[in-house]
């Protein structure tokens, strides 16, 4: 790997007699893997260590969090028992450190590792606002928000500008892990090198203060910024966290994070503080390149105090009856509304504001859909169980090999007693099946399904 003679000649000038190493590091060092388990989700250690891989070493950045590979086809991937993260990204979620009943918003959000690790945070109370500006990515963002099962996330589609009137100075911590020129991550994606040149650090400013201009007024007084890119370059580091705390109310935090570099305040304005935020440099530390920088906010914005509005679809008797039932045989989430949109009924976060005008994907859990009188249980639902649910809900017990088959989307034969079924692989859900005369019928998203590949430990 060659790296670009321009970002060669800038890096020897930053880092001087420390640039061979970083060089060295950057061109010939092993990209490091890592993954994340979702603590919530039943018996989650055991089934690691029964499904996962067979050594286990702890990433140093977070907690539930280990250096090795899970696959995106394997069981816990899918069933969300695991995030695949590279390890110095779990940095940025960690500095947040956000408490249940919190409501945070992850402004650039898509595919979800700091989304999922935020949710695990607030296990299920508060909010998390996931958002994503372009569609695709945000498809994905709520898929994996999906499977991780999490019952208090919103997931939503904008520019940071247009969510503005919605959340003026409403989140207890906004997040901002920025889109950047990526050089931390050029041993791990030759194409970010690729597509690198001189003024890709320049160019990358300019949108990341039109970011953070919009994330700062949806903090409340006192509330969190966290601010994370994963390049080395000081235009889009600290001489950004500079120009923010020129221009707004911030002071900026330690993060109490061991075995780790710091920013270097001289590639700022000189602000001595810049010292507190973190640098991860592949030669110094473990995982590919990263900054983050944690802020307090001491200003006001104005807070819209918009009523909330019903859902869509008035729920009519008929279906009021339907939903009862329902209820009686799946345990819902809490803290949530039942609302419905079209013939999908979704257990709507209770803290969420009006959302008139803005591009929902995701409001909370969608729990079923209306078909020909009846319920149907969605496959959220079934991500939701958790090791204190888990009992409640009706439960078929299959095997691995059956889950090959279920999530290519094929029937297969087990005894049971007739009706809905919340399949599980050991203690591990896997989603909803119809148990009919001794036949499982397929009820695992179409847009979800793949050949699954057998288990290699
Ligand atoms: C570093 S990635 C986010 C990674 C994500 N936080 C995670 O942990 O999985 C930056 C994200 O910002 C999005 N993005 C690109 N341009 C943007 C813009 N002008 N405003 C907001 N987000 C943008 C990208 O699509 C990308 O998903």
Redesign the pocket.
Known sequence: MELPKAFYEKYQKLLQEEAEDFFAALTKGRVSKGYRLNPSKPDSFAMLTKYGPTKRRAAPYATNAFLGNVGGKTLLHQAGYVYSQEPS?MIVAATAAIKPGEKVL?????????STQLAAQLNGEGLLVAN???PK?AKVLSENIERWGSTNVIVTNH??NELVTTFSGFFDCVVV????SGEGMFRKDPIAMDQWQADTSLKCAT?QKE?LTAAVKMLRNGGTLVYST?TFSPEENEEIISWLVKKYPFTIETIPQKNVAYGRPEWGDGNPDLVKTIRLWPHLNQGEGHFVAKLTFHGENPIVNKKKKDGKTKISKKTSTLLNDFKQKFPLPQNSTLQMFGDYVWAVPQAAPDLTGIKVLRNGVELGVLKKGRMEPSFNLAMTATQQTISAFPILKISYTDWLHYVAGETFTKEGNAGWVLLCVDEVPIGFGKQVQGIVKNFYPKGLRFKGEPLAK
Not at 106 to 114: Q, R
Not at 177 to 180: G, R
């Open positions: 990204a992850d402004l650039c959000a898509a595919p979800g590792g700091k994503e500006i372009f990515r520019a940071p892990d920025a889109p950047c949108r970011i994963c």
